[in-house]
């Protein structure tokens, strides 16, 4: 019951939830009044699209 190591798959996994992370993101920068905290938030959801970006250029 061994399974094979595919670094594809984890890569894919990881794309995966900071897409999920930046659905959470964008939902409650529409709800935030402060603008400093959306100014942040805003930040986090630019960090996380590049990090997904990044990743997909290691996919082959």
């Not at 959306?38 to 250029?57: H, P, S, T």
């Amino acid at each position: 019951m061994s399974q094979v190591y595919n670094p594809e798959s984890e890569v894919i996994a990881r794309i995966e939830r900071l897409e999920l992370d930046a659905r959470d993101i964008r939902r409650r920068v529409e709800h935030v009044r402060n603008p400093e905290d959306r100014r942040v938030m805003n930040r986090q959801l630019e960090e996380i699209k590049q990090e997904i970006i990044r990743l997909r250029f290691r996919l082959p």
